[in-house]
């Protein structure tokens, strides 16, 4: 008899919450139906806004161009409903009603329709490699991308983020290359959160934080190489691209160590915030799962709970910006700090730079290997402070497509570096020479002649 009543008591109990909570329901109906029309007109004018700031991110429609130089327009997708961040800071039951639980940023960021010429065909052979180019970097970024092609062996999708100023340049000087079977590429306006534009854009270097919203706005993009404007290809981009192959189901993204000697180490000696490792990492060279990135949830020091990508940004600015000295750099080392077991951690010499020569060599891979990626990072390729770096990108930026690559490229080179030996970079010009040799013998006879 007790067993039957305790029974019926928790079968009463259901009852009572449930009752309560259909109480509360329609309560809270009747509430919404009477919101004054002034409340309502308010959100009205945060959608309208919101709309407006959407439209400022992207000035203008970007030029999709094919392989044959032909420009087709794109159109932009509307945003699907009144949005409003969606965030630790800013949770979902403090929103207004019809508005999204999403960014603004991210749902307004363009996407492109593609022909059936566009990489999205046969994603497995493409190489996806991102760059920002803003200011007086130019002529650096075209002889990144020169060096890319040189000796690829997959197509290289390029994505382009650039000053509108300079998109007619690029068009003019990519359509003009040969081998366009080789390489695709899409212009892009710089795009930041239209309420902090103005402090991404002037973080570090102009527009180098453009770099950490990519894998929300290239939302199609599985994965991505993003490179500096000061990198040199002195081997197939291939390469690189298979240390994607070495990712474990944890790793999101893979950098190089910015130093390989703690004595010299800038992070462990001087840096006011958390860095990963022991000497923290260098970003010019960094390889992307973007879809692991969108997805993971991270580890911070600014809550409890795990933030995504999107939501991190902007509070992890806040809180480090007088702290950092390196930009977006140092945001990435904070971020792999807390979460260590996502970063894929490469050699040296494939971010190759003048702190491994400048006091002595202390890149020991590239003294066996040669240097895989050239990084002429504080401007050495256009001062004489670091005569070997810049010798290595005028002899790429001089070179012209279809010359003799042994005549017109390695041997001169050769020349000029064997003139840098006064100084501790130059004493080791073989190591720039070596890989870049190799790569000239493994291109195709076609391409080639040795005469």
Not at 13 to 39: A, D, H, N, W
Not at 232 to 260: C, G
Not at 385 to 410: M, S
Not at 417 to 436: N, V
Request: charged share 25%.
């Amino acid at each position: 008899m007790g067993r039957k009543m305790r029974r019926f008591a928790r079968v009463a109990v259901i009852c009572c919450v449930c009752g309560l909570c259909s109480v509360m329901y329609t309560f809270t109906q009747i509430i919404m139906s009477l919101e004054p029309k002034s409340r309502l007109e308010g959100h009205d004018k945060i959608a309208k806004q919101l709309k407006r700031d959407a439209s400022l991110l992207v000035p203008s429609i970007p030029k999709v161009e094919t392989m044959e130089g032909l420009e087709q327009e794109q159109r932009w997708l509307q945003s699907r409903c009144e949005k409003r961040s969606l965030s630790f800071w800013n949770p979902y039951w403090m929103l207004p009603s019809g508005v999204c639980g999403m960014n603004c940023f991210w749902e307004s960021a363009f996407r492109f329709e593609t022909n059936k010429t566009d990489v999205k065909r046969s994603p497995d052979k493409w190489i996806h490699l991102a760059v920002v180019a803003c200011g007086e970097r130019f002529e650096e970024t075209v002889t990144m991308l020169k060096s890319s092609i040189l000796f690829n062996v997959k197509p290289i999708q390029f994505h382009i983020f650039a000053d509108d100023e300079l998109h007619p340049k690029f068009k003019n000087i990519l359509n003009s290359w040969p081998f366009q079977q080789k390489f695709h590429y899409i212009l892009y306006p710089i795009t930041f959160p239209s309420e902090n534009a103005a402090e991404w854009k002037k973080l570090f270097k102009p527009c180098a934080s453009q770099r950490l919203f990519l894998p929300l706005v290239l939302k199609d993009v599985d994965a991505l190489l993003y490179v500096d404007t000061d990198i040199l290809f002195l081997r197939p981009v291939d390469d690189i691209w298979s240390f994607f192959k070495y990712f474990n189901s944890t790793q999101i993204a893979a950098m190089a160590p910015e130093h390989e000697e703690p004595r010299i180490g800038w992070y462990n000696r001087f840096a006011r915030h958390p860095y990963y490792g022991s000497t923290g990492v260098n970003s010019g060279v960094m390889l992307m799962n973007m879809t692991r990135i969108r997805r993971k949830y991270f580890k911070n020091d600014m809550t409890t709970a795990r933030l995504q990508w999107g939501e991190m940004l902007m509070p992890l600015l806040k809180k480090y910006k007088f702290n950092i000295t390196w930009g977006d750099q140092d945001l990435l080392n904070i971020v792999f700090y807390h979460n260590p077991e996502s970063l894929f951690v490469f050699p040296c010499q494939w971010n190759y730079r003048p702190d491994h020569c400048i006091y002595g060599s202390n890149c020991k891979e590239s003294e066996e290997e040669g240097i895989f990626i050239l990084h002429g990072n504080r401007g050495v390729y256009h001062d004489n402070k670091q005569p070997a770096f810049r010798a290595v990108y005028e002899a790429i930026h001089n070179y012209t497509f279809g010359d003799d690559h042994f005549h017109a490229l390695l041997y001169p080179l050769k020349k000029e570096l064997r003139e840098t030996t006064h100084t501790y970079c130059g004493k080791l010009y073989k190591i720039f020479l070596k890989q870049l040799k190799k790569s000239i013998e493994g291109i195709p006879p076609n391409q080639t002649q040795r005469r």
